[in-house]
Protein backbone atom coordinates (compact mmCIF):
# COMPACT_ATOMS: atom_id res chain seq x y z
CA UNK A 1 0.00 0.00 0.00
CA UNK A 2 1.34 3.57 -0.84
CA UNK A 3 2.19 5.40 2.43
CA UNK A 4 2.21 9.19 2.17
CA UNK A 5 5.15 11.08 3.87
CA UNK A 6 5.07 15.17 3.89
CA UNK A 7 7.66 17.28 5.53
CA UNK A 8 7.39 20.87 6.57
CA UNK A 9 9.94 22.98 9.11
CA UNK A 10 8.41 22.26 12.16
CA UNK A 11 6.16 18.99 10.90
CA UNK A 12 6.44 15.29 9.59
CA UNK A 13 2.53 14.15 8.25
CA UNK A 14 2.93 10.71 7.36
CA UNK A 15 0.30 7.83 6.89
CA UNK A 16 -1.63 6.71 10.24
CA UNK A 17 -1.02 3.37 11.42
CA UNK A 18 -2.42 1.25 14.35
CA UNK A 19 -0.21 2.29 16.56
CA UNK A 20 -1.22 6.17 16.42
CA UNK A 21 -4.59 5.16 18.02
CA UNK A 22 -3.88 6.27 21.85
CA UNK A 23 -2.41 9.01 21.19
CA UNK A 24 -5.17 10.15 18.69
CA UNK A 25 -8.31 8.84 21.18
CA UNK A 26 -6.57 10.80 24.13
CA UNK A 27 -7.08 14.57 22.28
CA UNK A 28 -9.96 13.41 20.28
CA UNK A 29 -11.52 12.42 22.95
CA UNK A 30 -11.92 15.48 25.48
CA UNK A 31 -14.85 17.51 25.52
CA UNK A 32 -13.89 20.47 23.77
CA UNK A 33 -12.43 18.64 21.09
CA UNK A 34 -15.15 15.61 20.60
CA UNK A 35 -17.71 19.08 20.74
CA UNK A 36 -17.14 18.94 16.92
CA UNK A 37 -16.55 16.11 15.84
CA UNK A 38 -16.99 12.18 16.29
CA UNK A 39 -14.55 10.40 18.46
CA UNK A 40 -14.61 6.40 18.32
CA UNK A 41 -16.17 5.34 21.68
CA UNK A 42 -13.48 4.17 23.06
CA UNK A 43 -9.19 3.28 22.42
CA UNK A 44 -10.71 -0.57 20.79
CA UNK A 45 -12.73 1.28 18.17
CA UNK A 46 -9.42 3.83 17.77
CA UNK A 47 -7.62 1.09 17.27
CA UNK A 48 -9.36 -0.67 14.28
CA UNK A 49 -9.89 2.72 12.73
CA UNK A 50 -7.12 3.53 12.32
CA UNK A 51 -5.93 -0.20 11.35
CA UNK A 52 -8.35 0.17 8.75
CA UNK A 53 -7.41 3.60 8.09
CA UNK A 54 -3.45 2.72 7.17
CA UNK A 55 -4.63 0.29 4.54
CA UNK A 56 -5.91 2.30 2.01
CA UNK A 57 -4.41 4.03 -0.38
CA UNK A 58 -4.47 7.85 -1.28
CA UNK A 59 -7.14 9.30 -4.08
CA UNK A 60 -9.52 6.25 -3.74
CA UNK A 61 -13.30 8.07 -4.15
CA UNK A 62 -15.35 7.63 -1.10
CA UNK A 63 -12.75 7.27 1.05
CA UNK A 64 -11.00 9.04 3.87
CA UNK A 65 -7.44 9.11 4.32
CA UNK A 66 -5.70 9.70 7.38
CA UNK A 67 -2.37 11.34 8.46
CA UNK A 68 -1.15 12.36 11.41
CA UNK A 69 0.90 15.28 12.46
CA UNK A 70 4.28 14.51 14.34
CA UNK A 71 6.30 17.68 16.01
CA UNK A 72 10.13 17.29 14.41
CA UNK A 73 11.79 18.91 17.84
CA UNK A 74 10.02 16.15 20.27
CA UNK A 75 8.53 13.81 18.05
CA UNK A 76 4.84 14.24 19.79
CA UNK A 77 1.90 13.19 18.24
CA UNK A 78 0.02 16.68 18.00
CA UNK A 79 -2.64 16.22 15.76
CA UNK A 80 -3.93 14.65 12.31
CA UNK A 81 -5.22 15.12 9.07
CA UNK A 82 -8.14 13.70 7.19
CA UNK A 83 -8.71 13.73 3.21
CA UNK A 84 -11.95 12.71 2.36
CA UNK A 85 -11.98 11.82 -1.46
CA UNK A 86 -14.98 12.43 -2.58
CA UNK A 87 -14.93 11.69 -6.69
CA UNK A 88 -11.17 11.01 -7.88
CA UNK A 89 -11.28 15.44 -8.79
CA UNK A 90 -12.70 16.68 -5.15
CA UNK A 91 -11.85 16.24 -1.40
CA UNK A 92 -12.75 16.90 1.86
CA UNK A 93 -9.80 17.86 4.32
CA UNK A 94 -10.39 17.79 8.29
CA UNK A 95 -7.80 18.70 10.57
CA UNK A 96 -7.78 17.94 14.42
CA UNK A 97 -4.65 19.51 16.93
CA UNK A 98 -4.58 18.03 20.43
CA UNK A 99 -5.61 21.23 22.42
CA UNK A 100 -2.17 21.44 23.51
CA UNK A 101 -0.59 22.49 20.84
CA UNK A 102 -3.09 25.16 19.15
CA UNK A 103 -2.57 28.50 18.80
CA UNK A 104 1.08 27.67 17.13
CA UNK A 105 0.35 27.78 13.82
CA UNK A 106 0.50 23.99 13.11
CA UNK A 107 -2.99 23.34 12.29
CA UNK A 108 -1.65 25.97 9.26
CA UNK A 109 1.05 24.40 8.80
CA UNK A 110 -0.19 21.01 8.39
CA UNK A 111 -3.20 21.61 6.14
CA UNK A 112 -0.85 23.91 3.99
CA UNK A 113 1.36 21.19 3.18
CA UNK A 114 -1.58 18.74 2.89
CA UNK A 115 -3.11 21.16 0.28
CA UNK A 116 -0.07 21.01 -1.64
CA UNK A 117 0.05 17.51 -1.93
CA UNK A 118 -3.47 17.29 -3.38
CA UNK A 119 -3.21 19.96 -5.59
CA UNK A 120 0.24 19.32 -6.69
CA UNK A 121 1.01 15.76 -6.31
CA UNK A 122 -2.70 14.31 -6.88
CA UNK A 123 -3.55 17.43 -9.11
CA UNK A 124 -7.46 17.53 -7.88
CA UNK A 125 -9.35 20.87 -8.77
CA UNK A 126 -11.27 21.29 -5.46
CA UNK A 127 -10.64 20.82 -1.72
CA UNK A 128 -13.35 21.91 0.74
CA UNK A 129 -13.48 22.05 4.78
CA UNK A 130 -16.71 22.00 6.89
CA UNK A 131 -17.13 23.68 10.59
CA UNK A 132 -19.58 24.04 13.49
CA UNK A 133 -19.73 27.62 12.69
CA UNK A 134 -18.62 28.28 16.62
CA UNK A 135 -15.84 26.41 16.21
CA UNK A 136 -14.03 29.66 15.40
CA UNK A 137 -10.49 28.23 15.35
CA UNK A 138 -11.40 26.34 12.60
CA UNK A 139 -12.29 28.52 10.54
CA UNK A 140 -9.29 30.64 11.43
CA UNK A 141 -7.35 27.87 9.74
CA UNK A 142 -9.63 28.30 6.67
CA UNK A 143 -9.11 31.32 6.20
CA UNK A 144 -5.58 31.51 6.62
CA UNK A 145 -5.49 28.80 3.88
CA UNK A 146 -6.92 31.01 1.59
CA UNK A 147 -10.16 29.55 1.36
CA UNK A 148 -13.49 31.48 0.82
CA UNK A 149 -16.61 30.72 2.34
CA UNK A 150 -19.27 28.90 0.35
CA UNK A 151 -22.34 28.53 2.69
CA UNK A 152 -24.32 27.38 5.85
CA UNK A 153 -25.95 24.29 6.14
CA UNK A 154 -28.64 24.49 9.30
CA UNK A 155 -28.68 21.79 11.28
CA UNK A 156 -27.08 19.25 8.91
CA UNK A 157 -24.28 17.52 10.79
CA UNK A 158 -24.90 15.20 13.37
CA UNK A 159 -22.78 14.38 16.98
CA UNK A 160 -23.83 12.50 19.65
CA UNK A 161 -22.90 15.01 22.02
CA UNK A 162 -25.35 18.16 21.04
CA UNK A 163 -27.28 16.63 17.72
CA UNK A 164 -27.87 18.13 14.53
CA UNK A 165 -25.89 21.26 14.25
CA UNK A 166 -24.81 23.89 11.80
CA UNK A 167 -21.65 23.17 9.23
CA UNK A 168 -20.40 26.14 7.32
CA UNK A 169 -18.23 25.20 4.37
CA UNK A 170 -15.00 27.26 2.90
CA UNK A 171 -13.03 25.68 -0.23
CA UNK A 172 -10.82 26.57 -2.40
CA UNK A 173 -9.69 25.57 -6.53
CA UNK A 174 -6.51 24.48 -7.71
CA UNK A 175 -6.20 27.73 -9.71
CA UNK A 176 -6.82 29.88 -6.40
CA UNK A 177 -4.24 27.67 -4.31
CA UNK A 178 -1.60 28.00 -7.24
CA UNK A 179 -1.74 31.92 -7.23
CA UNK A 180 -1.98 32.08 -3.31
CA UNK A 181 1.17 29.61 -3.27
CA UNK A 182 3.15 31.78 -5.55
CA UNK A 183 2.87 34.28 -2.93
CA UNK A 184 2.94 32.58 0.25
CA UNK A 185 5.70 29.71 0.49
CA UNK A 186 5.55 29.73 4.11
CA UNK A 187 3.11 30.14 7.48
Known amino acids: MEKVKIETGRLIIRTVKEKDAAGIYRYRSLPEVRKYQGCPKDLDEAKKQMAECARLAPNVPGTWYQFVVIGKSGGELIGDIAVH ?22 ATEAARAVLGWIFGT ?15 TSIRVMKRLGMRFEGLFEKSFWTEEEGWTDDIIHALLKEEWENIDKDRKVC
Open 85 to 106: FTDGKQAELGYTLDPKFQKYGY
Open 122 to 136: LKLHRVSCSADPRNE
